[in-house]
């Protein structure tokens, strides 16, 4: 893998602890297996309406090929595969990899995993229709650099999607303290507040990286029904974008 100017060697670190919790219900990636409904749902939509296609078809995503940098154990990597589109699924802890393999096989599916950076995959010359960038820009060295890296791994007209945690006081209290000090579903130190990103910044950065955003909604977690939905207007916490490529 490249080393690159963007990747925080000690982020790296806490995900790599957690890398055999990927696909466990009950673990520490918990939070995720429960947003990863409306994330989905966000996710077709938004490819759906760039590409034109019908969600109802059994492959709707087919002839489409898809990026998921930062990917995890691939909870969103399947998802996408059993769309039809062309996966690949990257991440700069190299834990992370095996375990997706694994599962991937383990469901009958074909997806590339790959141990590298979206900044190597750029250099290579890499092309997708679609960049998945979930909850990884708040962990970087280097936002600019690597939204411009996504940029780059964008063909034309291709659709970049990303989502992070605002900075206020109410997302410290409910990323940080709820989430890892009272609920316990993340270890202390997982996130950092100061490198939380505004609705404001992000828009800022994506522009600057050389994308056009058009569309941010919130993620929204109901403690009362335990419960994720998606917003128009509370951005507040959780919240994801969506940004395309110009083809001129």
Not at 19 to 31: C, Q, S, Y
Not at 128 to 154: K, R, S, W
Not at 173 to 182: D, H, L, P, R, S
């Amino acid at each position: 893998m490249s080393a690159t100017n963007t990747v925080d060697p000690s982020e790296i670190a806490k995900f790599e602890a957690m890398a055999a919790e990927w696909w466990d219900l009950n673990g520490k990636f918990k939070p995720l297996h429960m947003m990863n409904p409306v994330r989905l749902d966000y996710i077709t939509r938004q490819i759906a309406a760039e590409f034109g296609r019908d969600l109802t078809e059994p492959k709707p995503f087919e002839g489409l090929r898809i990026l998921d940098i930062g990917c995890g154990g691939g909870l969103l990597c399947e998802p996408m595969a059993r769309l039809g589109a062309t996966v690949v699924g990257a991440d700069a802890a190299a834990g992370n990899i095996p375990v997706a393999m694994v599962h991937a096989e383990q469901s009958g599916l074909d997806i590339d995993y790959r141990h590298v950076t979206a900044e190597a995959l750029a250099d290579a010359g890499e092309q997708f229709d679609a960049v998945l960038n979930m909850e990884v820009v708040e962990h970087v060295a280097d936002p600019l650099g690597y939204l411009t890296a996504c940029q780059q791994l964008l063909k034309p007209g291709g659709i970049h999607i990303c989502s992070t945690i605002n900075r206020n006081p109410k997302s410290f209290a409910m990323a940080i303290v709820g989430a890892e000090w009272v609920m316990r579903w993340l270890p202390k130190g997982t996130h950092e507040w100061a490198k939380f990103i505004t609705p404001d910044e992000l828009f800022s950065l994506i522009k600057n990286a050389g994308m056009t955003p058009v569309d941010r909604k919130g993620f929204v977690f109901n403690f009362a029904r335990f419960t994720w939905s998606i917003s128009d207007r509370d951005l507040s916490v959780n919240y994801v974008t969506a940004a395309t490529k110009p083809i001129t």
